[in-house]
Structures are given as structure tokens and as C-alpha cells.
């Protein structure tokens, strides 16, 4: 495998461009407000969309300007790139007339979308999902509880996973979903903010509940059946954003670091805080490698799961250890800082879109049928 890889022409343009527009909307008492009073930012999202920062058709501008909108602050970054939420999805699999009337409006940004997988029940098991689309007099009929839904009470539309025929066996429990575009005022959709999260507060989250509600058959994303694969498809791409997000966190906590210590900090001369320095640097700069080789092959159609598991799960663990020790040496004058927020907002780069757990299953499963696949090409 060639480990060649080469960013845009334009990235660092791109890169430059969201560096500023973070540092000058992305104030500090701006972004306290929004994390207190867990409001969405929509007059932020309008600036960036006008700014032509959000654009799944760059994706490579998308990755790197979610690295630095998050090396600011992460929940207002977040916010506002995560408003087309899904649209891989519906760009890859949806036909024109579902594109024009859905995905048109979302790249606009007259629009949003939310993405509706997980359930109390089922979080990184994408499988055991239990919501149900069934027939009943000829209609479609969709009842089901999703939980912890990003843009679940703000959102237009939602891409929602539901099983609509029973697996075949236990080892193919992933068979017989569909994906399906619900409008979040339709009747029988209720949705119900969840408030007091520990980080990422001015991202809005909800709990989605779907009681008899019809969807017309035109409403199906691709091939009934197919739900699975096209959300296993989407993962793929948005693991690599997730890395972005904790790759520019820890970058942020070791820019308030240095800060700190570049006006007197009483612990910076110590050899720990120099070590401490070498290594976060290190670490950051590993997960921005790994993160970038990833998404280089998920862009150009040709996605490698374990490098992506690899990207998602060590710029993670990258972020909450930066954070963690960056936090330790500042005490509490971190606590007067936005390294407070960023402390506070890494946790969730463990958890979504996978939790760690998960992602070290992928690679390792994915290391032991390539070693088995070589053992049988050899015989």
C-alpha cells in the first residue's frame, strides 16, 4: 500500500480562511454564552455558509475547516458544520427528485438535517436497532424511540434507520433496515431537548420519538434493505471529520499551553511541563498524519476501515490526554480559560460515531481476516 498522500492545492487557503473566521466570531465571552445557555449559533452558521466554509462538495475543505473551527471552540464549530448532517448519505444513494427537495435546500443552508440511528438501546450496535417501518392498509407506518440525535429539535428532516423486515439469522442482524427521510413536523414525530450535557453544549441534541408516523414510499434513500450499509458507508466518512474535531481540540489545548507559559506561567521552566510540551506536540502531530492518510483514501472512494478506526480512536485518545495534561499544569487558571471547554468538550470524540471500544474491534477484526486472507492467497 502506497502511503503517498497529498492535500488540495488550496488547503492551506481554505485552512487560513476558517483559522480567521474562528478567531473572529468565535469569541471567547461569544462562545461562553452559547456553551451556558446551550442556544444554537444560526446567525454563526449563516456567516460561515456566506463565507462558503461549508461545502460537502470540499470535502478536504469541510475536514480541515472542522479542525480549525474546533482548535477555537468546539461546540460552535461543531454547530455549524454539522447542519448537513448527513448528506453523504442522500448525495450518494437518493435520487434527483429526494436531492432537489432535500439535499438542495441543506447545501444552501436554508435547511437542516439530522441523522437519527442511535436508540436507548443500540449505540455503536447499529444492528440491534429496534424502530420499525411496517405496512398497514398500504402505508408505511414508522414507530421507534432514537436518542441523543444531533440537530433533534432543530432540524428540517431527519435520515432515519429502521428495520423494515426481520433479520435472517443472528449473524445478519444488519439485514433488512432501509434509511428513509422523515420530516420532523410531521405528525407523530416529538422531539425533547436534552439539556445539561457535559460538552459540546451549543450543539443542539435530542431524544426523537416516532409514533404512527406515515412516510411515503418515495421517502426510501436507495434500495429497501440497503439502510445498513449506506449508514456503515456514511460512518466511514464522518470518522474522519470526528479525528478532525479531536485533532483540533488538542491542538487548542496546546495552544492555551503555550499561551500560559508564554506569559509567566509559574510552572513553565519545570522539566515536566517541557516533556509534557514534546509529547503533546508528538501525539498531535501523529493524529494529524493519521487522520489526513485516512480521509485521503475515504475522498478519493477508496476507504480503508481500520485506517479510518485507527484515525477516529487515536486523535481521541490524543485529544482527551492533551487536554487532561495541559489542564493539570495550568490548575486552576485552566478553569479562567477555554481549556475548560475544551477538557469538557473532548470526551465525546470517545464516543460518537463509535466509542473507541468499537473502533479497536474494526481494526482488529479487520487485521485478522486480511491475515487469514494472506495465509489462504499463499497456499
Known amino acids: 500500500m502506497s502511503l503517498d498522500f497529498n492535500l488540495p492545492e488550496d488547503a492551506e487557503e481554505v485552512r487560513q480562511k476558517a483559522r480567521k473566521f474562528a478567531n473572529d466570531e468565535f469569541k471567547d465571552e461569544i462562545a461562553a ?51 448537513v448532517f448527513g448528506s453523504e448519505m442522500l448525495l450518494l444513494y437518493g435520487n434527483d427528485e429526494q436531492k432537489q427537495k432535500y439535499l438542495e435546500p441543506v447545501l444552501k443552508g436554508s435547511k437542516i ?34 436518542m441523543f440525535i444531533t440537530n433533534g429539535t432543530i432540524a428540517d428532516f431527519f435520515y432515519v434507520l429502521a428495520r423494515t423486515s426481520p433479520p435472517p439469522s443472528k449473524e445478519k442482524r444488519h439485514h433488512g433496515m432501509s ?44 434500495e429497501t434493505g440497503k439502510g445498513f450499509y449506506y449508514v456503515m458507508t456514511f460512518f466511514n466518512i464522518s470518522r474522519v471529520y470526528v ?19 508564554k506569559n509567566g506561567g509559574p510552572r513553565a521552566n519545570e522539566e515536566s511541563t517541557q516533556f509534557v510540551l514534546a509529547e503533546s506536540a508528538s501525539k498531535i502531530e501523529a493524529a494529524r498524519l493519521l487522520t489526513y492518510r485516512a480521509a485521503s483514501l475515504v475522498f478519493q472512494f477508496n476507504p480503508d476501515p481500520a485506517l479510518t478506526s485507527m484515525a477516529k480512536y487515536f486523535s481521541a485518545e490524543v485529544a482527551n490526554a492533551v487536554t487532561d495534561s495541559a489542564l493539570e499544569i495550568m490548575g486552576q487558571r485552566a478553569m479562567l480559560t477555554r481549556l475548560e471547554r475544551l477538557y469538557r468538550d473532548s470526551k465525546i470524540t470517545e464516543i460518537w460515531e463509535g466509542t473507541s471500544e468499537i473502533e479497536k474491534l474494526v481494526i482488529a477484526r479487520t487485521l485478522v481476516k486480511r491475515a487469514m486472507q494472506g495465509d489462504q492467497n499463499a497456499q
Not at 43 to 64: H, M, Q, S, T, Y
Not at 115 to 138: C, K, N, Y
Not at 243 to 261: C, K, P, T, W
Open 179 to 222: 434509511l428513509m427521510l422523515v420530516e420532523r413536523e410531521w405528525p407523530g414525530v416529538s422531539v425533547n431537548k436534552l439539556k445539561g450535557k457535559l460538552g459540546m453544549r451549543a450543539t443542539d441534541t435530542a431524544e426523537i420519538k416516532f409514533e404512527g408516523v406515515k412516510v411515503p414510499r418515495e421517502n426510501i434513500v436507495g
Open 113 to 146: 438535517s439530522g441523522v437519527a440511528v442511535t436508540e436507548p438501546g443500540a449505540g455503536s450496535d447499529v444492528a440491534g436497532i429496534s424502530s420499525r417501518l411496517d405496512q398497514a392498509d398500504g402505508e408505511l407506518v414508522l414507530n421507534g424511540q432514537k
Open 33 to 83: 454564552k452559547y456553551d451556558s445557555e446551550e442556544h444554537y449559533p444560526y446567525e454563526l452558521r449563516k456567516k460561515a455558509f456566506d463565507a462558503g466554509l461549508v461545502r460537502i462538495d470540499n470535502p478536504w475543505g469541510v475536514l480541515l475547516t472542522m479542525e480549525e473551527f474546533c482548535r477555537v471552540d468546539p461546540g460552535l464549530g461543531l454547530s455549524i458544520l454539522a447542519s
Open 243 to 261: 479525528a478532525a474535531q479531536s485533532v483540533g481540540i488538542a491542538q487548542g489545548a496546546l495552544d492555551e499551553l503555550l499561551n500560559y507559559i
